[in-house]
Every structure is written in C-alpha cells, then in structure tokens.
C-alpha cells in the first residue's frame, strides 16, 4: 500500500504563485507515474500533470502548459506542484495520486487539498 498526503492549499489572489506538496509513504518503492488532478465545485475530476518515476517525462493539461511544473523528489518520496498566474477558474480541490504495483491506472489517492483563487 502506499499513502499519500497533500499539503499546501490555500486562499491566494489572482496572479499569485502556489506550491502543492504530496507526501508519499510505505510501499513507494513501487510507484511508477505520480500525478496531479483537481475538481473544481459541481465540476468532474480533471487531469491536470503526471510525471514519471525518473522525472524525464511530464505531462499537462493543455491548458496549464506553462503556468504549472509537477516534480517530484524521489529520496524525499515527494511531489510537487508549481503554480503561478492563478486564475479564479484554477479553484479545486487538488489531488495527488500514484500508479504503483503494476497496476495500469492511478490505483492510490490521496484526501486533497483545497485551492482557492480570489479575482
């Protein structure tokens, strides 16, 4: 099993910068891709980046291409999320979630951490 816990949400202004956290604890060793993912109020959960176990490969939202950088800290067992220019629509609860064990989908989430930009 492997769990995880975000951290770093908050009430920022429009046009702010913000840095997600995830923590990643027991069974890391078997993670894969790790990611990002947020809902928004009344809206479905939407992809946002992933990266690989290396780093070498990311990937993003079209949409959040070059406003956000997921990375991650291997030794730490930790995740980030980097984001500047927020806009009041980047409002969500942010997720962080894992592909490990094999499995072929992001199988470990975790609670989220909520993210409010004020115009």
């Known amino acids: 099993q492997v769990q995880l816990v975000e951290s770093g949400g908050g009430l920022v202004q429009a046009g702010d910068s913000l840095v997600l956290s995830c923590a990643a604890s027991?069974?890391?060793?078997?993670?894969?891709?790790m990611a990002w993912f947020r809902q928004a109020p009344g809206k479905e959960r939407e992809f946002v980046a992933r990266i690989t176990r290396s780093g070498s490969e990311t990937n993003y939202l079209d949409s959040l291409r070059g406003r956000f950088t997921i990375s991650r800290d291997n030794p730490k067992d930790m995740l980030y999320l980097h984001m500047s220019s927020l806009e009041p629509e980047d409002t969500a609860i942010y997720y962080c979630a894992a592909q490990g064990g094999g499995a072929g989908t992001y199988n470990f989430w975790g609670q989220g951490t909520a993210v409010t930009v004020s115009s």
């Open positions: 027991g069974r890391t060793f078997s993670i894969f891709s």
